[in-house]
């Protein structure tokens, strides 16, 4: 069994999950919108689960 935490996604893991292009999510994230992502450094970062989690609550 793996206990090690899932990595954190870059905005490239996270366009090819979501089917979208990079620039999609930088337009979102300039509106507020969009999956929850953190800033380290001048790099996005986002939780796998956190992503799943919004585009669960987000899926017409």
């Not at 979501?18 to 999510?25: G, K, Q």
């Not at 979102?28 to 992503?51: S, T």
Request: glycine share 4%; net charge positive.
């Amino acid at each position: 069994m793996n206990d090690q935490p899932e990595p954190m996604w870059t905005i490239e893991d996270v366009s090819r999950y979501l089917r979208i292009p990079v620039e999609t999510l930088y337009q979102w994230r300039r509106k507020k919108q969009g999956p929850p992502a953190c800033k380290m450094g001048k790099h996005l970062r986002y939780d796998p689960a956190g992503v799943r989690d919004w585009f669960t609550a987000n899926a017409a």
